[in-house]
């Protein structure tokens, strides 16, 4: 349902609606994931000189029209121990990439993740930090250990691609009206 800004507020005036309509009417109206744009389920695979590429971050950027103006939202995806992968929109979580032609970037570099020692130092600071706070029996859960990790400096993996399948990527997909497999054969010299 497509409606102007002025029909809404009119309609916002006659019903008095509440605060949480008035979000999710807001919402509605912001470009992005579900906003007017048909996505479709995507999924498939990347190898590299024939086996499977792991662990790499796959885009899905819909190709500008005139003047650059990107005509949809990017979907991202990462790939499995066996190359594969499942697109998503990150702004409302839903599957697939918008109905249209895409350049394709695949990135393997990134951060290595913590190591054990890492991890076990990160959750002494932290269980020092809640007993300086009155809180000297408090549970650190994974998620909030790996929030912690985060912003600290860790080494990062080197780029095992070649620019032309990331930052200057020649990769392109269309995705059709329905469910869509892409398959990314990559080489290396």
Known sequence: MQISIVEAMAEVK???????????????LLPGCGGGEHYVPVQGVVTLNGEPLADAKITFEPVGGPGGVALGTPSFGRTDNEGKFVLQCPTS??????????RVRIITSGMLPPTDAQKEAARKRLMQQEAAAGNPNAEISE??????????????????LPPRYHRESTLTFTVPNQAAQAEFALTTP
Do not use: Q
């Open 14 to 28: 006659r019903s008095r609606w509440s605060l949480a309509g008035l979000a999710l009417l807001a919402a509605s």
């Open 93 to 102: 979580n839903a599957s697939g990439a918008v109905v249209g032609e895409h």
């Open 143 to 160: 998620e909030r250990l790996l929030d912690y990790l985060s912003d600290t400096a860790r080494p990062s993996r080197p780029e095992l």
